[in-house]
């Protein structure tokens, strides 16, 4: 409990204390202020399209990315897919790449300038190819991030998929289920925890997006701006911007929005498993 404190309540209970003041440079230093920071962050127009980024990554990138790993999961654990173990080590495999060595990875094929991206170009004798284009950057940031993530969801769903009662497979064939009626009929229902788990934390981690924007911000800095995301606008308001505690302020709001989105979609769960 100590260490719990500690490492955990303590840090959110500063943070919290932080948001309730404001640094008056001209006025006399630092001064509470009350719930004016919070009411601040809610008028904001750069939070609330940072807010909107993630919200339609999240829409499109999670959905997209637990499909995948579910099929992932399907296929591995069917008895028809040879060298099962090797194939579920190859999609784990980008999972334990460290996410910064990932993106550096992945900024190099996207490179317009050098790289994949402008190989293809001078191939076909063309600019179309732009992943770092203002058009084309979410969709880029999703697929860095399906493809660190998809082994990950599949191995959640793969290990529910190892705890169903094999007699459950033996009454199925009784009774004349084929390879999709016992997936719709078994497999799924059994995944339904491991499904809500994988878009919880999928939640959160879209709403935390940080690493892949602000790595390559670097290759496209007028398509990603500081408050590209949250995250990134609550780190450049504290580190660059020198505002603690309106940071403080905008990273508490996102985590009070994400904890209620998180909630939601667990109570749904909990409900529709009963």
């Given amino acids: 409990m100590a260490v719990f ?24 230093g630092t001064v509470f202020v009350g719930l004016d920071n919070y009411t601040q962050a809610l008028q904001d127009p750069k939070f609330w399209e940072a807010f909107g980024r993630v919200a339609v990554f999240l829409v499109v990138q999670v959905p997209i990315m637990l499909v995948l790993a579910l099929l992932a999961a399907l296929a591995i654990d069917s ?3 040879h060298a099962a173990g090797f194939f579920r ?41 732009q992943p770092l284009s203002g058009t084309w950057m979410l969709p880029s940031i999703a697929n860095i991030v399906t493809w660190e993530f998809v082994g990950y969801n599949m191995l959640i ?42 878009t919880i934390f999928s939640i959160i981690g879209s709403f935390q997006l940080f690493n892949e924007p602000n790595i390559l911000r670097t290759l ?25 505690n309106y940071s403080a302020t905008v ?11 998180a909630y939601v979609v667990q109570l749904r769960g909990s409900r529709e498993s009963l």
Avoid: C, H
């Fill in 5 to 28: 404190a500690v490492t955990f309540l303590a840090p959110i209970g500063y943070a919290i204390y932080l948001s309730l003041y404001r640094n008056q440079a001209f006025f006399g």
């Fill in 79 to 81: 008895a028809r897919l």
């Fill in 89 to 129: 080590i190859v999609i784990f495999l980008p999972y334990a790449v460290p996410g910064v060595v990932a993106v550096l990875m992945w900024g190099y094929i996207y490179g317009d300038n050098f790289g994949l991206a402008a190989n293809l170009n001078d191939l076909l004798g063309t600019t179309a190819i």
């Fill in 157 to 198: 769903f793969y290990s529910a998929l190892r705890t169903v009662p094999g007699e459950l497979y033996e009454a199925a064939a009784i009774d004349g289920a084929g390879t999709f009626r016992t997936i719709l009929a078994v497999k799924l229902p059994a995944l339904r925890g491991a499904i809500v788990i994988a």
């Fill in 220 to 244: 496209a800095p007028n398509v990603i701006t500081t408050y590209y995301t949250p995250n990134m606008y609550a780190y450049n308001l504290s580190f660059a911007g020198q505002q603690f």
């Fill in 251 to 261: 990273a508490i709001v996102m985590g009070i929005i994400t904890a209620i989105i």
